[in-house]
Structures are given as structure tokens and as C-alpha cells.
């Protein structure tokens, strides 16, 4: 079992470019977390998701951001126009059911480091 | 608005020393409060705590909730150079929608000097 998985690690895009983060659950699980961790900040929840649906969505800015998570893929977190304050890791998580595991939470992917030039 | 905080933001001790973290919180409709550690990549889970009083241990590390206060600690014992990390807190509540929402503290970096 890989994990969660993320890709890419690293991902530079100048002003007004669009990103791409692409986050691949642990094999099984079914829901998926988005987190934004800025520099000196804890992580900060954006969107859930559950096949196919958007549950809450309460964490994420109003424009440019939006997050998907198909039948068949890995879920997608899309930012549009990146703008220099969008610069941070952000976290993918997931799990097999909708409240954390009590052995081992939720998952954690190793996260895709942004950063607007 | 829901929100956790961990004190202190920073610590740095010497090899051997023990360590307490604290992380307090509000919120409605609290159902469980997790530590994590975080290293340069992803956070990886340490305990998962739902009843007060109840001490959790792995190893050196040990923690406990108290529902009546709203606070948790992380106890780190005979601390090693491998213990250097931020240390998240997060509390799982129920949202408006009956969805289950986790919110992270800010972390305490933690700096084990040898």
C-alpha cells in the first residue's frame, strides 16, 4: 500500500499561471481533505470530499480555487491566476471513513510545495 | 469560531530533558483531539484521545485529555535529537452539516540540542 500519495513534490508557477495539485487516497478510502499549511501556521483546512461530491467546502477562498475528486483519478486541487500569496505546502489526507481512525487518524500524503514567482 | 492553540510556539531542550506541550481549545461539538508530529514532510499520527483522563502511551511519548478544562498535553521523555519537530494539535467537531471538521493549532516547534 503506497500511501497517499501526491504529485508533484514541488511546483513553481509565475503569476497568473494556473496550478494542479493531484493527491491519489490510500487504496480503499473514499474521503479525502485538502489542508493549507503557510509558513509558521498550522494547517488549515480547505475542502472535503467524497467521491464524486464536495461535502464542505467551507475552507476554501471563494475564486480560483476549486477541488474534485472523479469516479476514477485522484482528487484535484485547482488554483487559477496563482498569485504570490498562494505560495505554501498543501496537504492532501485521507480515509476510510468519514471520522478518523482511532489507531491512526486520518493519512497524510507528503504534500506539493507552491510557489508563485 | 472553533479554534485551537498550542503552547509553547517554540521549545528547545537538551538531549535527555522531558518536555510538556500544551494545545487548548474551543469548539462545538467536540469529538476527538489528535497529536501529530511533523517533520519536513507529512504529518504523521502519534494518538487520537476521546475521553478525559484516559493517559495514551507510545514509548517515550504520552498524552492526555481533559474535556472539563478543554486541554490536551503531549509528554516527550528522555527526549532525543529525533524528537526535533513541529508538534500539531487538532481537534475533530462536528460541523454545521453534521460533518466532521478538524482543526489544527499552529504546532510547537520542538529543538532537541545534543
Known amino acids: 500500500n503506497a500511501g497517499v500519495m501526491q504529485n508533484p513534490r514541488h511546483l513553481v508557477r509565475r503569476r497568473g499561471q494556473e496550478a494542479r495539485l493531484r493527491c491519489s487516497p490510500m487504496?480503499?478510502?473514499?474521503?479525502v481533505y485538502w489542508y493549507r499549511q503557510l509558513p509558521e501556521e498550522g494547517l488549515k483546512f480547505m475542502v472535503y470530499l467524497q467521491k464524486e461530491n464536495i461535502i464542505d467546502e467551507s475552507g476554501m477562498p471563494k475564486e480560483r480555487f476549486s477541488a474534485e475528486f472523479p469516479k476514477e483519478g485522484p482528487s484535484i486541487l485547482r488554483i487559477q491566476q496563482v498569485v504570490r500569496g498562494d505560495s505554501a505546502a498543501y496537504f492532501c489526507?485521507?480515509?476510510?471513513?468519514?471520522?478518523?481512525?482511532?489507531?491512526?487518524?486520518?493519512?497524510f500524503g507528503s504534500g506539493t510545495r507552491l510557489t508563485v514567482v | 469560531e472553533d479554534k485551537v492553540v498550542q503552547s509553547p510556539l517554540s521549545l528547545v531542550v537538551h538531549e535527555g530533558d522531558t518536555v510538556t506541550l500544551n494545545c487548548s481549545y474551543e469548539v462545538t461539538n467536540f469529538r476527538s483531539l489528535l497529536w501529530y508530529k511533523q517533520e519536513k514532510k507529512a504529518p504523521t499520527f502519534l494518538f487520537m484521545l476521546?475521553?478525559?483522563?484516559i493517559e495514551k502511551k507510545s514509548g517515550r511519548l504520552s498524552s492526555i485529555l481533559d474535556k472539563k478544562e478543554l486541554f490536551s498535553i503531549l509528554n516527550i521523555t528522555a527526549t532525543q535529537t529525533g524528537d526535533s519537530a513541529v508538534y500539531l494539535c487538532a481537534v475533530e467537531a462536528v460541523g454545521m452539516n453534521r460533518d466532521d471538521k478538524i482543526i489544527f493549532g499552529k504546532g510547537t516547534r520542538l529543538h532537541i540540542l545534543p
Open positions: 487504496k480503499g478510502h473514499s474521503h
Open positions: 489526507a485521507s480515509s476510510l471513513l468519514r471520522i478518523p481512525h482511532r489507531d491512526y487518524g486520518y493519512t
Open positions: 476521546t475521553s478525559s483522563g
